[in-house]
């Protein structure tokens, strides 16, 4: 079996999602797909900023440099300073995976490079671009694993609208991909409750651990040969959300939400 894994690059919470999936399953996956360019430490600062505002975001952009220079060391001292890699390639190359940076998942060379590699199945955790149909079209098994529990909460920051919409819990959902963004059938949900108290770095943790562990479970039953069983989801646009717009944070901190 063979298996492209996509995801994005950044320092934070990226490494430890992809992590235990390449732990369990890195004998088959062929490349780690980095979608979009290895963004600056600026640029990932500034959206953080605008995803948490300028406390948090300033919070935020300390822990995005951090990584960044911790992720110069070699991959067996980041380890030992921290127990973690920190960036999805250093992790992918530790578990013997060559990463590819992909700036356009579009492109014709990228096309021909999937293509080549004939993958049997593809995972998208996290992807920075969207997956294009002819990339789908490659394989005939393609599954992402999304931050909520779908149909609600498509799109972006699916930490915090949970949060801000006072739901009782949230989760991951695998779900078969196709060209429209969260949309395809409903592989599993794995849900966890949401607590009084929690922040939005406490949420994204446990979506990273909760999508990890789905995604380890999923590739496992592909690799034992299962059909994946699916059921349907019901989208609409009221389900996508984008970034939170400024008055929304506003209005979360001043109901007691927190951001970290």
Do not use: K
Not at 201 to 223: F, K, P, Q, S, W
Request: net charge neutral; aromatic share 6%; proline share 8%.
């Amino acid at each position: 079996m063979r298996v492209v894994v996509f995801a994005a690059e950044e320092p934070v919470y990226l490494p430890r999602y992809v992590e235990p999936i390449l732990a369990a399953h890195g004998d088959v996956v062929e490349r780690v797909v980095l979608a979009g360019p290895d963004r600056p430490v600026r640029e990932q600062a500034r959206r953080q900023y605008a995803m948490y505002g300028p406390r948090a975001g300033a919070r935020m952009a300390a822990r995005y440099a951090s990584g960044r220079l911790l992720d110069a060391l070699p991959g067996s001292l980041q380890q030992s300073l921290s127990g973690r890699y920190h960036s999805v390639a250093t992790a992918a190359r530790a578990h013997g995976v060559r990463p590819l940076p992909v700036e356009d998942l579009s492109a014709q060379w990228f096309l021909d490079r999937m293509g080549d590699l004939d993958p049997d199945a593809l995972l998208s955790v996290v992807c920075g671009q969207r997956v294009p149909e002819p990339v789908l079209d490659v394989s005939t098994r393609a599954v992402n694993v999304h931050g909520s529990l779908l149909p609600a909460y498509r799109g972006r920051a699916t930490a915090f609208w949970p949060l801000y919409h006072g739901e009782s819990r949230s989760g991951v959902t695998a779900h078969l991909m196709t060209p429209e963004l969260d949309a395809g059938p409903i592989v599993e949900r794995r849900p966890f409750p949401l607590r009084e108290g929690d922040t939005v770095d406490d949420v994204m943790e446990r979506i990273v651990e909760t999508g990890a562990e789905l995604a380890v479970d999923v590739l496992g039953r592909l690799r034992a040969g299962e059909r994946l069983e699916t059921e349907p989801n019901p989208t609409g646009p009221e389900d996508y959300h984008t970034l939170p717009t400024a008055a929304e944070r506003r209005e979360f901190r001043r109901r007691g939400g927190r951001f970290l």
